[in-house]
């Protein structure tokens, strides 16, 4: 029950972002500095940022929803927000320029692989 719940609040993050970003590209200048200078710009954007966090936000629904699921949306989650965790503070270190949007992103990011990581465990 306590898995489900997570990825019900997951999909509540992840899908109305997504979304959002996906219909509204260029709010990504203001909050994450990312801007696009070419029409493929923008659709690199909406897939990147639209797509795969409304995808993973679907994925986080499905699992809520179907106890069949659950088990696949944690490792496909945690699986996910690892690699946007780990490249994030790669890219941190590398770049610098902390920003608040950068720190949600991480905090987002490492609380839902470690608490994908932890339920997956605990249901062993």
Request: with cysteine; proline share 2%; aromatic share 8%.
């Amino acid at each position: 029950m306590i898995a489900r719940t997570f990825l019900a609040l997951s999909a509540l993050l992840w899908l109305p972002y997504g979304l959002y970003c996906l219909l509204v590209p260029g709010s990504l200048a203001q909050a994450a500095g990312v801007l696009a200078h070419t029409p493929t710009g923008n659709t690199e954007l909406r897939a990147m940022y639209g797509g795969l966090q409304a995808a993973i936000g679907v994925l986080a629904l499905v699992g809520a929803l179907r106890g069949n699921v659950t088990r696949t949306a944690l490792v496909t989650i945690g699986t996910l927000t690892l690699g946007l965790g780990s490249a994030r503070l790669f890219g941190l270190l590398m770049d610098g320029g902390f920003t608040s949007y950068t720190g949600m992103g991480l905090g987002i990011e490492w609380t839902s692989a470690l608490v994908s990581r932890w339920l997956l465990q605990r249901g062993k």
